[in-house]
T-cell receptor, first 113, second 112 residues
Framework: DAGVTQSPTHLIKTRGQQVTLRCSPK?????VSWYQQALGQGPQFIFQ???????QRGNFPDRFSGHQFPNYSSELNVNALLLGDSALYLC????????????FGQGTRLTVV | GNSVTQMEGPVTLSEEAFLTINCTYT??????LFWYVQYPGEGLQLLLK?????DKGSNKGFEATYRKETTSFHLEKGSVQVSDSAVYFC???????????FGGGTRLMVKP
């Protein structure tokens, strides 16, 4: 059983560019959450998708947007990249709207230069 | 809003020593509490959880008890191993379970 898979694993972008990160949830999971983890810090919640809609959003600007597809996979898009967007981006999947265990992927390391 | 505070690291211990990593939280309602572990180059793995007051979560020799009166969820292990070296994150989820709020993480280094 494949767990949560994220692509790419590493990415280098130039300030001002746009980036798309991808996540496939664990089999049987229908809810996807995205987190940003800056170096040496704990993950920060960006947003969560369920039934192809954004259900909750953290304190992140509109430059951060997302999408969930009918097969439950998800994308995170970041526009107008800033140096401060450099971080590990983690995807987590879970089941439904209940407080069930979230499974995390290995993350995408984004470096903005 | 919700917040989690955990002791800063690094925590350096010798093999077979006793481990405590302190975690306190601020939240409205009755959150669920978690400990996650992150090994180098990997994502987060759930270590243990507790969903209501006085519950004790346990896994792989690690334990933590949900203390509502002190708003704490301290992580303990009686005898650490070199393989326990990692970063440990305390976290809570809101009543709807929609988002996790994490502490800043505590790096544990265990020396042989």
């Amino acid at each position: 059983d494949a767990g949560v898979t994220q692509s790419p694993t590493h990415l280098i972008k130039t300030r001002g560019q746009q980036v798309t990160l991808r996540c496939s949830p664990k089999s049987g999971h229908d809810t996807v959450s995205w987190y940003q983890q800056a170096l040496g810090q704990g993950p920060q919640f960006i947003f969560q998708y369920y039934e192809e809609e954004e259900r909750q959003r953290g304190n992140f600007p509109d430059r951060f947007s997302g999408h969930q597809f009918p097969n439950y996979s998800s994308e995170l898009n970041v526009n107008a990249l800033l140096l401060g967007d450099s971080a590990l981006y983690l995807c987590a999947s879970s089941i439904g709207q209940l407080n069930t265990e979230a499974f995390f992927g290995q993350g995408t390391r984004l470096t903005v230069v | 809003g919700n917040s989690v505070t955990q002791m800063e690291g690094p925590v350096t211990l010798s093999e077979e020593a006793f481990l405590t990593i302190n975690c306190t939280y601020t939240a409205t309602g009755y959150p669920s509490l978690f400990w996650y572990v992150q090994y180098p180059g990997e994502g987060l793995q759930l270590l243990l959880k507790a969903t209501k007051a006085d519950d004790k979560g346990s896994n792989k020799g690690f334990e933590a008890t949900y203390r509502k009166e002190t708003t704490s969820f301290h992580l303990e292990k009686g005898s650490v191993q070199v393989s326990d070296s990692a970063v440990y994150f305390c976290a809570l989820s809101d009543n709807a379970g929609n988002m996790l709020t994490f502490g800043g993480g505590t790096r544990l280094m265990v020396k042989p």
